[in-house]
């Protein structure tokens, strides 16, 4: 399953996928085909024992689609290819992981949201508290800021997603955080929300992965404090069972295991605003070291994937080539989506999906005869309604954040 | 998908042999896979920042031991590759880890001495305290050895002990036998 026309060396995709077909080939097909990822024996021998309070790896992966490539275990991040993203809403079991620290293991009956700082009353929630409120679902994307970080030449610091790896777009379901923080009374010098969640890390020196938004984000109607993903409980790898949900923005504003609220009168300071979550204020030479005045990373820039074809799938010349994808835009709107079969040479219009929740992302399709033999790239690119377009390759920045470069899948056309 | 999980895992997990190099295994594992080294070469200057970022993250060190972690990394994953100097260097370390007796070997080899010290607690117990706390229990040995390879519980405080899934039956025995000789 790979590219070969990708410039750029995606390392850990295909050696994962190669084992992965190898331990199948070894006669592990009838168990994968159960679903669900197969523990080895060797490995399930050696399986860690987590400590008391978190969910082991091994009990999240197994709710897992076949074929979802972990990237690291301590901590546990892993993603899909695009490929395997041809769905309007991402499934559950597709949607990817990207921890700090370990897993929790709450218990949602002794949940405590805390609301606290530049408010009038400072207030506690239970579950059941903020199940009372006016409760809405929406579907809305979700995307680590390094998503598609392998792509970025010189390699960037941080977890390798695959090109179109780290995102995805399940619906979700909770209250809107206004009305949380209407509740207890924002006092005028009030400007940012800080996040903070129950998930720990190895050692008790570990600080809490602690971000905040500005409070025009933060009052946006879809900007939630959610339970439930897909119409079930979140997941415990998910952030059950509470986390906020900051649509459109880097992943890591939506903090999993969500018991506190924090407002102050200030971005947060702290390891997780201040070293990590920042890019130049100015494109930088690759290569180079984070200069002084970093931006915080906040809104998601336009970008799409192509879901169908499969890289190298086959088709006779003469049929019928369909081509399916996402498009998404961060706090904008997708204007357009073109597809391109030479190289960018030329570009065709896809068709758009009617828009459906605000910040869920934009299906497209494009149906074109296919005339010609051999080796074929195709080719998607986003504009969103600010005239944004997405770039051949994105400005270099040293943590790798914001991939949006356009993609390009491989197939083979053979003689009709 | 766990097997893939591991493999790369295994294959990243260990770092080129040079000064510094075992301190900077047992200083690093405590938290995370090695793979976050290993995987992206970068300038000196990035190495030093992401060394201050790992002090706000949590990383017991001292001011001496990010002085040698940082020049480790510089010189062995520094993005323009190790010098001829580094290379010698290397392969004289390698030779004096597999010419180390086997504990040693494999003390340094894992993230032991990250945590422990043979007699003064650190993130962990000493080995002596451990050694005391087990003397006269005949199934210590066997429990503790699993105890290496799984991970632990936090017996001696909050701290959990990270798994060791790479070493073998005949390793994790070993290191046991001798933590639990030592006075």
Redesign the interface.
Not at chain 1, 37 to 40: C, E, G, K, N, Y
Not at chain 1, 72 to 75: C, V
Not at chain 1, 201 to 207: D, I, K, R, S
């Given at each position: 399953m790979t590219d070969s026309t990708r410039p750029i060396d995606v390392?850990?995709a295909p050696?994962?996928a190669r084992?992965?077909f190898l331990?199948q080939l070894a006669g592990l097909s009838a168990l994968a085909a159960a679903g669900g990822?197969?523990?080895?024996e060797?490995?399930a021998q050696?399986?860690?024992?987590?400590?008391?309070g978190t969910v082991p790896?091994?009990a999240v992966?197994t709710q897992?689609v076949?074929?979802?490539?972990?990237h690291?275990?301590?901590?546990l991040t892993g993603s899909i290819p695009a490929e395997m993203h041809d769905f309007d809403v991402t499934p559950t079991d597709r949607m990817y992981i990207r921890n700090n620290l370990l897993t929790p293991d709450l218990d949602a009956s002794k949940h405590v949201l805390r609301v606290t700082g530049l408010v009038d009353k400072p207030l506690e929630f239970s579950l059941a508290d903020l199940k009372k409120l006016p409760s809405f679902t929406t579907q809305a994307m979700l995307e680590c800021a390094g998503s598609g970080r392998a792509g970025y030449q010189?390699?960037?610091?941080?977890t390798?997603w695959l090109q179109t790896g780290g995102m995805g777009c399940p619906r979700w379901t909770g209250v809107s955080l206004s009305d949380v923080l209407n509740l207890a009374g924002v006092k005028p010098n009030g400007r940012h929300i800080a996040f903070s969640g129950e998930d720990f890390?190895?050692?008790?020196?570990?600080?809490k992965v602690i971000r905040s938004i500005p409070m025009a984000k933060a009052t946006e109607r879809h900007t939630m404090i959610a339970w439930g993903m897909n119409g079930a409980d979140l997941p415990k790898i998910h952030g059950y069972p509470l986390r906020s949900v900051v649509p459109g923005w880097v992943g890591s504003a939506s903090v999993k295991w969500l018991s506190g609220i924090d407002v102050l009168d200030a971005p947060f300071k702290g390891?997780y605003m201040d070293?990590?979550y920042r890019v130049p204020a100015y494109p930088v030479e690759p290569?180079q070291?984070?200069p002084p005045g970093a931006l915080s990373t906040e809104a998601w820039v336009v970008k799409s994937i192509i879901t169908t074809p499969r890289p190298m799938d086959r088709y006779k010349a003469g049929g019928l080539l369909v081509v399916r994808g996402s498009a998404w835009a961060g706090d904008n709107d997708i204007d357009l989506v073109e597809i391109s079969f030479n190289e960018g040479v030329s570009w065709e219009r896809a068709k758009l999906d009617v828009q459906r929740d605000k910040y869920a992302w934009r299906r497209f399709s494009l149906e074109a005869p296919i005339n010609r033999v051999g080796y074929m790239t195709i080719l998607a690119r986003a504009t969103d309604d600010k005239g944004n377009m997405q770039p051949i390759i994105p400005a270099w920045n040293?943590l790798g954040y914001f991939w949006n470069g356009i993609h390009r899948v491989g197939v083979l056309v053979e003689k009709a | 998908?766990?097997?893939?999980?591991?493999?790369?895992?295994a294959a990243q997990d260990r770092l080129i042999p040079g000064p510094g190099s075992e301190l900077t295994q047992a200083k690093c594992a405590?938290?995370?896979?090695i793979?976050?080294v290993t995987?992206?070469?970068?300038?000196r200057?990035?190495w030093e920042?992401?060394m201050?970022?790992m002090v706000?993250?949590?990383?017991?060190m001292t001011p001496d031991e990010i002085r040698v972690i940082t020049d480790y990394l510089a010189t062995y994953y520094n993005?323009e590759g190790p010098s001829a100097a580094a290379q010698a260097a290397s392969a004289q370390a390698a030779a004096a880890q597999a010419a180390a007796d086997p504990v040693t070997r494999l003390l340094n080899g894992n993230a032991c001495l990250g945590c422990h010290t043979p007699d003064k607690p650190l993130?962990g117990p000493a080995f002596r305290d451990v050694a005391a706390k087990y003397r006269g229990d005949p199934a210590a040995a066997a429990r503790l050895a699993q105890?290496v390879?799984?991970?632990?519980?936090?017996v001696w405080g909050?701290?959990?002990m990270?798994?060791n899934?790479?070493l073998s039956d005949a390793d994790a025995k070993l290191l046991i036998d001798w933590v639990l000789a030592q006075r």
């Open positions: 390392e850990e050696r994962s084992r992965e331990a990822a197969r523990i080895p060797a490995l050696a399986a860690p024992a987590d400590p008391p790896n091994e992966l897992k076949q074929g979802f490539q972990p690291s275990a301590r901590p010189p390699k960037a610091s941080g390798p890390g190895a050692v008790p020196t570990a600080p390891t070293s990590s290569g070291k984070m040293p | 998908m766990l097997a893939a999980l591991g493999a790369s895992a405590i938290c995370h896979e793979g976050y995987r992206a070469p970068q300038s200057a990035q920042e992401v201050q970022v706000e993250r949590g990383a017991p993005r993130v105890k390879r799984g991970g632990g519980q936090g909050q701290v959990p990270p798994p899934p790479g």
